[in-house]
């Protein structure tokens, strides 16, 4: 069974950093690509950005509203992603979902996890 | 990059279909046949229905079938039932490896 079991949220003070987590289980995390996505109270989804697997570089892609702030790593020898989220604002608050991405960018997520929730307040 | 226009609510009754529009530009909707939905139930995780504009992953009732045409998708349930009642969210590839989605409809079962 698929799980994405996400950590690290809790309250933080704006211009602070926080990194959350998404521990995978139940695939071979190393083939696939994994993103973030969040929902600020009441309100919708808004895609944050992903990481290719290894077999397409590895490399990240971002949503306008958090590049430069936010990064995107993974340790496949512990089938872990994390999202490093810097210089943090208000409007960054919002349960984080760490989800499994088919697609890499067209939007295809099978798997979610239970969210975890991240406040930027003073 | 602005989120796709989908109506606030819409409702039917057991039994009935209902259709929910999704309305991007060129650049994302209409541009590629990435278009996917999401049913999230309240204070759960959103679950996949519908990817590809008309595919569903395994498990998804065939009563959820999707379509577009031109700027506009859409996802009709048909047969409705009360546990169809939730949030549902379209989300579409926007070039440059970006992602949108739409603002969420709320569905009510009568």
């Known amino acids: 069974e698929v799980q994405l079991v996400e950590s690290g949220g809790g309250l933080v003070q704006p211009g602070r950093s926080l990194r959350l987590s998404c521990t995978a289980s139940?695939?071979?995390?190393?083939?696939?690509?994994m993103s973030w996505v969040r929902q600020a109270p009441g309100k919708g989804l808004e895609w944050v950005g992903f990481?290719?697997?290894?077999?397409?570089?590895?490399?990240?892609e971002y949503a306008a509203s958090v590049k430069g702030r936010f990064t995107i790593s993974r340790d496949d020898s512990k089938s872990i992603a994390y999202l490093q989220m810097n210089s943090l604002k208000t409007e960054d608050t919002a349960v984080y979902y760490c989800?499994?991405?088919?697609?890499?960018?067209?939007?295809?997520?099978?798997?979610w996890g239970q969210g975890t929730l991240v406040t930027v307040s003073s | 990059q602005s989120a796709l226009t989908q109506p606030r609510s819409v409702s039917g009754s057991p039994g009935q279909s209902v259709t929910i529009s999704c309305t991007g530009t060129?650049?994302?909707?209409?541009?590629?046949?990435?278009v996917s939905w999401y049913q999230q139930h309240p204070g759960k995780a959103p679950k996949l229905m519908i990817y590809?504009?008309?595919k569903r992953p395994s498990g998804v009732p065939d009563r959820f079938s999707g379509s577009k045409s031109g700027n506009t998708a859409s996802l009709t349930i048909s047969g409705l039932q009360a546990e169809d009642e939730a949030d549902y969210y379209c989300?579409?590839?926007?070039?440059?490896?970006?992602?949108?989605f739409g603002g969420g409809t709320k569905l009510t079962v009568l």
């Open positions: 989800t499994r991405d088919l697609g890499a960018a067209a939007g295809i997520f099978d798997y």
């Open positions: 139940g695939f071979t995390f190393g083939d696939y690509a």
């Open positions: 990481i290719r697997s290894k077999a397409y570089g590895g490399t990240t």
């Open positions: 060129s650049s994302d909707v209409g541009g590629y046949n990435y």
């Open positions: 590809d504009v008309s």
């Open positions: 989300c579409s590839y926007a070039g440059s490896y970006n992602v949108v």
